[in-house]
């Protein structure tokens, strides 16, 4: 017998400002949003932020919850996907302005080169490229339905769009992956192979 509260009451909790109703929530939902946030931005720092972020975003923006039966994991997975797209935008600025300074003003990065001697790093620096390369609603798409598991009705009221714009975004990421990836994914035939 579960003795969660229903979706309807626990939104009307929340809405209300009810703090242990909002700590049942994140308790719920917190490894779902920290993964989401891991895969989009590809670093474990900006996913502990992200996900700080996107409890923070839900807890402000609690007076808008819709007064229905809908489960709230879409609705933060929604939030976690927005935040992450701004934590990559906020990356890339970071990077255009460090680009700009004089090679006297920057102080050498040791941690590059101990990065670069671990076996994932090529792996995952490609991963976070192909990622990168996709739109920002390809990647949100990407992000709710393959790695958190949302229908596409859900990533669709997550991300405020119509269900075939989900499908769409989702098909040109799986293939602009499957391009990306393509060459890196075929085995490399040995001796015995090619006999």
Do not use: K
């Not at 890339?92 to 460090?98: P, Q």
């Not at 671990?118 to 990647?139: C, M, W």
């Not at 798409?141 to 596409?152: E, K, M, P, R």
């Not at 769009?161 to 391009?179: F, N």
């Amino acid at each position: 017998m579960s003795t969660e509260p229903d979706p309807r009451s626990l939104r009307r909790q929340i809405r209300a400002g009810d703090e242990a109703a909002f700590a049942a929530m994140y308790a719920a939902h917190v490894d779902a949003v920290f993964t989401l946030a891991h895969r989009l931005t590809g670093s474990w720092s900006a996913s502990e932020d992200v996900t700080s972020e996107t409890f923070l975003a839900a807890w402000r923006s609690r007076g808008v919850l819709a007064d229905d039966d809908r489960p709230l994991r879409p609705w933060l997975l929604g939030i976690a996907a927005r935040q992450s797209m701004n934590a990559r935008r906020a990356v890339r600025r970071r990077l255009v302005f460090l680009s700009r300074r004089s090679s006297s003003d920057v102080v050498d990065d040791f941690a590059d080169e101990a990065v670069s001697r671990l076996d994932d790093a090529r792996t995952l620096a490609r991963t976070a490229e192909a990622i990168g390369s996709l739109s920002r609603g390809e990647a949100e798409v990407l992000g709710l339905c393959v790695w958190s598991g949302l229908t596409y009705a859900e990533a669709a009221d997550a991300l405020g769009v119509p269900v075939g714009t989900v499908r769409s975004r989702l098909s040109r990421a799986r293939a602009r992956l499957r391009d990306l990836a393509a060459p890196d994914l075929l085995p490399t035939p040995t001796s015995e192979a090619r006999r």
